[in-house]
């Protein structure tokens, strides 16, 4: 992003922000679940078993245009796998029409097949690749030959010149044996160059029979937690986990952990069907924007209690974000100089 680009954005969030503070709700943020449809069946998500069905190409572009004009400024496609949709492509150029922030959310096996289909794809700000680990840890996870599968993408995507960063879930299966695994991905994302996020596995509605196979020992936890860390210290431009909600997820087994949560005041959830919600573990006190308007099922949205315990990296950052944290503001303005 060019710096007055860059300058103009961060006046418009700074200004938001305050709006935000004062009481006004602003849906900035909007992460868009395209499709629960998936080509993979990772072992902490059942997303992929929902039967919802997906709005038509028309109806998320009247979405888009409606968020905008309601305030909306960032943008991110997110699944099940975005690149299933054949419109992926079209719905990435409106982002890029409305000058929304934008994002896509991706296993990364299909990147190389659908990037050279798919040409509008290029006008994407940043491709998120979920990577769990080594080679053995994350086809453990995510099925076998996934990861090499995922690697090709992201090597494919760079090769093109796409901005690519890598996603992690801290989980069981990679924070056993010392978080050895954890020690891999560090060395794999200094490897490929790719800065990388990385969040605790979370219960949902999809996974709740399965959570608790998934989550790793408080022990094993703040030992992974302590390694971001120092992975952050020695390497700045590739751990873009911002240290205040590295804080936040140490706090994850903490009963006094609280909060003033903006999900419904600053940013929301679009699922597949047009319903909107304060975040992704309230989809069930979700409004249909199909039947209600998009801005409307906005504003009419309940709000979610302050002891929620969200470990969605995306919801943490922008909850510190919006609420003006200044830790947080600053961690922004250095992704931006130091991002490659």
Request: aromatic share 10%; net charge positive; hydrophobic share 35%.
């Amino acid at each position: 992003m060019e710096p007055l680009r860059f300058f103009k954005k961060s006046l418009r969030a700074l200004n938001t922000a305050i709006r935000i503070r004062n009481g006004a709700r602003v849906p900035f943020r909007i992460t868009h679940i395209t499709t629960t449809r998936c080509n993979l069946r990772c072992k902490y998500c059942g997303r992929w078993n929902s039967e919802k069905k997906d709005m038509s190409t028309g109806e998320i572009l009247s979405a888009m245009d409606e968020f905008s004009s309601a305030g909306t400024r960032a943008w991110d496609f997110s699944g099940g796998e975005p690149l299933i949709r054949e419109d992926i492509g079209e719905l990435v150029d409106k982002a890029y029409e409305l000058d929304f922030s934008c994002v896509l959310v991706t296993n990364g096996t299909l990147l190389k097949e659908r990037l050279a289909d798919v040409k509008k794809i290029k006008k994407i700000g940043a491709i998120n690749i979920s990577l769990d680990g080594p080679k053995e840890i994350h086809d453990i996870i995510r099925g076998k030959g996934s990861f090499d599968r995922a690697l090709e993408g992201i090597k494919y995507a760079k090769s093109k010149g796409y901005k690519v960063h890598l996603s992690s879930v801290i989980s069981r299966e990679n924070t056993q044996k010392g978080c050895k695994s954890l020690f891999d991905l560090f060395d794999i994302a200094k490897g490929l160059d790719c800065p990388i996020y990385l969040q605790p596995v979370y219960n949902s509605r999809y996974n709740h029979e399965k959570f608790p196979s998934l989550i790793p020992d408080e022990k094993d936890h703040k030992k992974a937690i302590n390694l971001i860390r120092a992975f952050k210290y020695d390497n700045p431009t590739l751990n873009q986990t911002s240290e205040r909600t590295l804080r936040w997820f140490e706090g994850a087994f903490s009963d006094e952990q609280k909060w003033d949560c903006l999900a419904g005041r600053a940013y929301a959830f679009l699922f597949p069907d047009g319903v909107v919600a304060p975040c992704f573990f309230k989809e069930d006190k979700g409004i249909n924007g199909l039947e209600n308007g998009f801005s409307k099922a906005f504003q009419m949205l309940e709000l979610p209690d302050p002891m929620c315990k969200c470990m969605i990296t995306c919801c943490v950052e922008s909850n510190f974000q919006y609420g003006l944290s200044i830790s947080e503001v600053e961690a922004q303005i250095k992704r931006f100089f130091t991002n490659k």
